[in-house]
């Protein structure tokens, strides 16, 4: 059960998209459309953006969305503000009720 | 509105014993049909999960962790725990407390820090 991959950190202006990819494997992200995407604020606890691969919960922005192609997942944020500016964590079911996490991606806004 | 908080000592020993409790508010951890979940992150680190108990007391846990790892609904209604045995300064980290349905965590704990030292 090893983390899913992430890129370390992005970065984009007010008003731009944003992609940031989690690459797992067919036993995770590849095996089941349950992704889900965490936003964490310095000091805080994280909180849910997308689940399901693709769904927002209520309360979340419709900027931002999630989809999936084989073991890579992505969350793209558009029209990046600056309160969007934090680290983002993917995760996924790995089965037997079983959840792995990515290593974290640091979003700067510009 | 469902709430959740963590509680326990935030300075262990290596080789003790690492115990919190999670303490549930708006909702019941025994009769919901949600399962409780713990992750912890390492001091500037990212976010691991260490494992999972449902309504009726089942627990999932993260193979690298299982032998050291016991997650159980409390006596309370309100309340699941995490104990951690064994631990090393490598065991320090931000724990928290979650609810886990949909294959998600839809809701944390604040967090707490616990720390490692002799």
């Known amino acids: 059960q090893s983390a899913l991959t992430q890129p370390r950190s992005v970065s984009g202006s007010p008003g731009q998209s944003v992609t940031i990819s989690c690459t797992g494997t067919s036993s995770d992200v590849g095996g089941y459309n349950y992704v889900s995407w965490y936003q964490q604020h310095p000091g805080k606890a994280p909180k849910v953006m997308i689940v399901?691969?693709?769904k927002r919960p209520s309360g979340v922005p419709d900027r931002f969305s999630g989809s999936k192609s084989g073991n890579t997942a992505s969350l793209t944020i558009s029209g990046l503000q600056a309160e969007d500016e934090a680290d983002y964590y993917c995760c996924s079911y790995a089965g037997s009720y079983n959840l792995v996490f990515g290593g974290g991606t640091k979003l700067t806004v510009l | 509105q469902l709430q959740l908080q963590e509680s326990g000592p935030g300075l262990v020993k290596p080789s003790g014993t690492l115990s919190l409790t999670c303490t549930v508010s708006?909702?019941?951890?025994?009769?919901?049909?949600?399962?409780w979940a713990w992750v912890r992150q390492p001091p500037g680190k990212g976010l691991e999960w260490i494992g999972s108990?449902?309504?009726?007391?089942?627990?999932y846990y993260k193979p690298s962790l299982k032998s050291r790892v016991t997650i159980s609904v409390g006596t309370s209604e309100n309340q699941f725990s995490l104990r951690l045995a064994s631990v090393t300064a490598t065991d320090t980290a931000v724990y928290y407390c979650a609810v886990y349905y949909g294959e998600a965590l839809h809701v944390w704990g604040q967090g707490t820090l616990v720390t490692v030292s002799s």
């Open positions: 399901d691969v693709s």
């Open positions: 708006g909702d019941s951890v025994s009769s919901s049909s949600s399962y």
């Open positions: 108990v449902s309504y009726s007391g089942s627990t």
